[in-house]
């Protein structure tokens, strides 16, 4: 299946583990070793409204193809109920997972490494502010 036909939920679904994956690889490797620390500090990179901000922050470098990506996640009616985030948020963060989801069935792995690391500076940068 060419990946641009992938429906856009499907992308986001995929998109969720590998960036899960990729923060909690970054986190290991930076020396955080025990569990409960560990989900912790993922939990602040994965929640919705830091992927949003994170989307925010790196919409200008996203080329026509990726922000189309981004809009059809976005737009897609998603029919589960966010628990512990704004609905914008949500619709925010869906977008960019399934950006991340497209670029890695794509075989993209540089941008998407690329990108990956301007969302997690953007997060930072983002938690040193609050």
Known sequence: METRMIPPLALAYIGDSVYELYIREKLLLSGVTNV???HGKAVG???AKAQAEGLRRIMDILTEEELNV???GRNAKSYTVPK????QDYRHATGLEALIGYLYLKGDTD????????L???IDDEKKGE
């Open 36 to 38: 409960r620390r560990l």
């Open 45 to 47: 990179y994965v929640k």
């Open 70 to 72: 981004v809009k059809r």
């Open 84 to 87: 512990n985030a704004d609905v």
């Open 111 to 118: 941008r998407l490494m690329f990108l990956m690391e301007q």
């Open 120 to 122: 997690i500076s953007n």
